[in-house]
């Protein structure tokens, strides 16, 4: 019996829920499977030399690993002896570049004497830039569930791969790590509409780098330790949080995948043989995720012919 260790860090959720997933399909499959999800405030984090294999899941950031969680993997416990670990991480498009993100996670682990060996991208909604279709987003949703089995199936099999990267990938994860910078200054312009405000104070009390706070003469407040996760503009009740120079990107309204996954009226069927202009990229991840899923016999949530060309 393999004992496993998932450690997550997710902004709107999405990534948690890919992690909770996870742990259900690897219990299974006969694993003990305990998932940590990160916050500043949350370090008593389980000590990986307790667990056979350990797994590292974030959303990808401009094509990289978010830095509040590179923080905490730079300060991560080192393994007594060699310890393997895969990677599951998430994102709103199928694009190579994210590839790259991984190469920062596997720098700091190596030299903790931890073995990278399997990774799964799963593309979710996107909580910035623009929302998704209904049915998008409840097509991403069913695939999920499906993903996630055939991935825990890989991990218990230990059907791993030899996870390497060009010094092309390395350069770019580098390059692109110049994100880190637009938090630190974005969080100087969030403003919040006093008007629309109720002081629910979600965005303070969800906030997983604690960033958000009131100040002396009652005004709400970004520190510069803000992760850019959008997790308070998502979840704001009345649409109050002014983002900075993020704002016109901003994604405002909870994913509420249940109540889309029962609702009949809406059709997974919004990437498919007819699918144009930029969504026609996801043609690609629909088919290759549909040939994992019939190699594993595990059924496909969208049938191939609505995806194929």
Request: with cysteine; charged share 30%; hydrophobic share 35%.
């Amino acid at each position: 019996m393999k004992k496993i260790c998932l450690y997550t860090f997710s902004g709107t959720g999405n990534t948690k829920l890919c992690g909770d997933y996870l742990k259900k399909h690897l219990e299974e499959l006969g694993a003990t499977v305990d998932h940590y999800v990160f916050t500043v405030l949350n370090l008593d984090y389980p000590d990986p030399n307790n667990y056979d294999l350990i797994g590292i899941g974030y959303p990808i950031h401009a094509f990289n690993i978010p830095e509040i969680f590179v923080k905490f993997l730079k300060n991560f416990k080192k393994a007594n002896v060699k310890k393997k670990f895969f990677v599951y991480k998430t994102s709103g498009e199928p694009f190579k570049l994210n590839d790259a993100s991984t190469s920062h996670a596997y720098r700091y682990l190596k030299k903790l004497n931890y073995e990278f060996v399997l990774e799964k991208h799963f593309i979710m909604p996107y909580n910035i830039m623009f929302d998704y279709d209904n049915r998008l987003k409840k097509q991403l949703y069913l695939y999920l569930d499906p993903l996630t089995k055939v991935f825990a199936i890989q991990i218990m099999n230990e059907d791993y791969k030899k996870m390497r990267f060009s010094k092309e990938k390395q350069l770019l994860s580098t390059i692109l790590r110049i994100e880190y910078i637009a938090p630190k200054l974005n969080s100087k312009f969030v403003r919040i509409n006093k008007k629309k405000c109720i002081n629910c104070k979600m965005c303070i009390n969800n906030c997983p780098a604690q960033a958000i706070y009131i100040n002396k003469k009652g005004v709400y407040r970004v520190k510069s330790t803000c992760a850019m996760c959008m997790r308070c503009t998502l979840n704001c009740p009345t649409n109050a949080i002014k983002f900075g120079f993020m704002n016109s990107w901003k994604v405002n309204g909870k994913f509420n995948f249940e109540k889309l996954a029962k609702d009949d009226s809406i059709k997974p069927d919004f990437i498919s043989k007819k699918t144009k202009g930029y969504f026609k990229t996801f043609r690609k991840y629909f088919k290759e995720q549909n040939k994992l899923l019939e190699r594993y016999n595990i059924e496909i949530p969208v049938q191939y012919e609505e995806i194929d060309k």
